[in-house]
Structure formats: C-alpha cells, structure tokens
C-alpha cells in the first residue's frame, strides 16, 4: 500500500481547523455502514463510489442531487439521514 504523506502546511491547518471541535461519537460508524449494507444489497451492481454519490451525497455544493466539492465536508448525520430517507422510499 502506497502511503501518502503530507505536507506540514497541510498538517498545520488540520490541526487549527481540528482545535477546539468536539469527537465525533464512534456509535455514529456502525449505523451509517448499516444503512449503506440495506442499500448495496438493494443495488449490488453499483460500486461504492456510486453508490455513495447517488444516495448519501444529496445536497452537494451545486444543489440537489448535484454533489461537488462539499462531499468531503458532509457531517455523517447528514449522510445517515440521506441513507435513511432512501432505505424509507425505496426499501420500505
């Protein structure tokens, strides 16, 4: 595996975005892989890529069902509602 490494400016501005946040809970893991479990078994011919783009990432920075750039700043109950609402509608 090719380890990626970064660079200290880079490493220096996770450390100021990450001060003074508060952990995430671990609890919020399992239920995200969960909902994602329901809806790959639904759609098992899509790869995880797509499969997170078409139904976790809803409300990207271009809009509804356009996801761009904020896909790497969702916060997961974000992500869990949007899987929920899919599991709801589709899965029933």
Same mark, same amino acid.
């Given at each position: 595996?090719?380890?990626? $490494?970064?660079s ?5 501005t996770?450390? $100021?975005?990450n &001060?003074?946040l508060?952990?995430?809970d671990?609890?919020?893991?399992p239920?995200?892989?969960?909902a %994602?479990k =329901?809806?790959? &078994? =639904?759609?098992?011919d899509q790869? %995880?890529?797509? /499969? /997170?783009l078409n139904?976790a990432? %809803?409300?990207?920075?271009k809009g &509804?069902?356009?996801?761009d750039?904020s ?8 992500? %869990?509602?949007? /899987?929920?609402k899919i599991i &709801?509608e589709? /899965?029933?």
């Amino acid at each position: 595996m090719r380890k990626t $490494k970064l660079s200290p400016e880079i490493l220096s501005t996770i450390k $100021k975005m990450n &001060k003074g946040l508060k952990p995430r809970d671990p609890k919020r893991i399992p239920e995200v892989l969960d909902a %994602l479990k =329901k809806i790959w &078994k =639904k759609y098992p011919d899509q790869r %995880l890529g797509q /499969l /997170l783009l078409n139904f976790a990432f %809803l409300e990207g920075s271009k809009g &509804k069902d356009q996801t761009d750039s904020s896909i790497h700043a969702q916060e997961d109950d974000i992500t %869990l509602k949007n /899987l929920q609402k899919i599991i &709801k509608e589709r /899965l029933g």
